[in-house]
């Protein structure tokens, strides 16, 4: 018990320095000196992870950016190495392990997490003590693992087997190499490396773990890093005889940062397999084409097109979002797909419609470059409403009957209008952008009316109406806020 008691207080305390390192204003600067230029990414990630303690967190936040279409997928592993080299020095820290030092630790730590100016400092010092105990636990422990390590007896190659699994369901290769560092005396020193060696490869069970809960592009990041480390680590497995000078920390240091160096020149093959194995589904414009930019009118005809396309993303995701409301069941997770081929396309018309502007200087690309922009907007407005009615459901509320209907009515009608106005962004039909636009009054008057039937709902003492007000006033102003949006885009095509 003890021993396992030791490993939760060590992840702890890893978890906590992470958290407390988190907040480091020079990481920012970091990441954006790592997109900055190709040669900065493996020095940036390295340091950023050194700052973070953790190669974990920085390996699904490189996923996130690939995601986002911010790197490409070897920049994506890149960053994840180098981060996972830098935060592997925090081992070495460990070897420091003392229990005076770690109640020092624990003692000038509590005030400093106390106060919310030096929050993350205490939350720093709190980690390395608890890092310190853990791992001090973990060897006074280790006695009682002794008569099972014992009869099972296992050589370097079944530890390094055990290294994979721990770090892959752990998440943590820091945690795994602290715990070889702890049963060295009963693994030996060969034992205790494979250990460590195994964990450094099996680190990349997070990203897998991550497109198993929906993240798609994580097998792939997942297995060009697993495949990687798992190759380059052969060679140091079966050199562990030569390499007991360097010890556990040192291999573990050792490793990762041949990861790292090694993954430049190899990185064309992994990408090349992965494009194989793992096609990316993406959402790519249907009529955007460099070739027409060398004719303006068609250009801008063709991204009114595409502009077509993403307000009817819009349109099925309030759609959706409306149906959700009327079933008070499902939640923004339904929405993603339809947010992120909004979010793409209106990253290329923008490009697009820049590049136009470069070329032709005519006011339309700045038209169509708000229109992008407003619509993009839209698309987070949808997902706001959605957002709102998740969060009330999961305090076990519910709208009224009446209130229900009434948002679902204003549903509705933006939806209609939202209809309209994308055909007529589409097509560049001037006449139905005016036929919106005379609604506009009207829309205003008709959701004056349902705040004023909400306030006589409350007046009359309705209780469900007292507890939802907050969720239901806000619903109601984001809807107005799309149909705000509506009428701006109308305007926009009677300029087109």
């Known amino acids: 018990m003890g021993f396992l008691a030791g490993l939760a207080l060590l992840l702890l305390g890893l978890h906590l320095i992470g958290e407390g390192l988190a907040s480091l204003k020079g990481k920012r600067y970091l990441l954006a000196r790592a997109f900055s ?18 190669g974990t967190g920085l390996s699904l936040l490189a996923l996130g950016l690939w995601e986002g279409g911010i790197l490409l997928l070897g920049q994506a592993a890149l960053l994840s190495l180098a981060a996972t080299a830098g935060a592997s020095a925090w081992v070495g820290v460990v070897a420091l392990a003392q229990r005076e030092v770690a109640e020092g630790f624990l003692v000038l730590g509590l005030p400093l997490f106390l106060f919310q100016g030096s929050r993350g400092g ?6 390395l003590g608890l890092l310190f105990l853990g791992f001090l636990e973990m060897g006074q422990g280790a006695k009682a693992v002794a008569p099972l390590l014992g009869l099972w007896d296992p050589g ?12 892959f369901f752990l998440g943590t290769a820091n945690g795994v190499a602290a715990l070889a560092l702890a049963l060295a005396p009963l693994l030996g020193l060969q034992g205790s490396m494979a250990l460590a060696l195994g964990a450094g490869v099996g680190v990349s069970g997070a990203l897998f773990l991550a497109a198993l809960g929906g993240r798609r592009e994580g097998w792939a990041l997942g297995a060009v890093l697993l495949g990687h480390r798992f190759l380059l680590s052969l060679p140091f497995l079966l050199w562990l005889g030569r390499l007991e000078g360097v010890g556990v920390v040192g291999l573990h240091l050792l490793s990762h940062g041949a990861y790292a160096l090694a993954f430049l020149p190899l ?7 992965a494009d194989r194995l793992f096609p990316r589904r993406t959402v790519s414009p249907k009529y955007l ?27 099925n995701m309030l759609a959706l979002a409306v149906r959700i409301l009327a079933q008070e069941e499902g939640g923004e997770a339904e929405l993603s797909a339809l947010e992120e081929k909004v979010d793409r396309l209106t990253r290329e018309v923008v490009l697009y419609t820049a590049e136009l502007s470069t070329r032709t200087r005519d006011e339309r690309a700045v038209r169509f470059f708000v229109a992008a922009s407003e619509l993009e907007h839209l698309g987070d407005l949808v997902r706001r409403v959605v957002r709102q009615a998740e969060k009330l459901w999961a305090q ?61 709902r409350l007046e009359s003492g309705r209780a469900e109406s007292r507890a939802t007000t907050l969720a ?4 109601l102003i984001t809807l107005e806020e799309v149909s705000n949006g509506v009428d ?9």
């Open 396 to 456: 076990g509320l519910t709208f009224s009957p009446e209130g229900k209907e009434d948002l679902l009515e204003a549903g509705r009608l933006v939806l209609g209008r939202l209809e309209r106005m994308a055909a007529a962004l589409a097509t560049g039909d001037k006449a139905l952008a005016e036929g919106v636009l005379a609604e506009e009054g009207e829309v205003g008057a008709f959701l004056d009316r349902l705040r004023r039937a909400h306030l006589s």
């Open 488 to 496: 701006r885009l109308c305007r926009l095509v009677r300029e087109l």
């Open 156 to 167: 370097p190659w079944a530890l390094y087997l055990v290294g994979i699994l721990l770090a």
């Open 472 to 475: 239901h006033l806000d619903l």
């Open 122 to 127: 205490g939350l720093v010092l709190l980690g």
């Open 37 to 54: 230029r190709p040669g900065g990414l493996l020095l940036s990630g390295f340091l950023l992870g050194l700052l973070s303690g953790s």
């Open 267 to 273: 990185q064309g093959h992994y990408l090349r397999l």
């Open 289 to 315: 084409s460099l070739e027409a930019l060398e004719t303006p009118s068609l250009a801008y005809a063709l991204v009114q097109r595409e502009l077509g396309r993403v307000a009817d993303a819009v349109r």
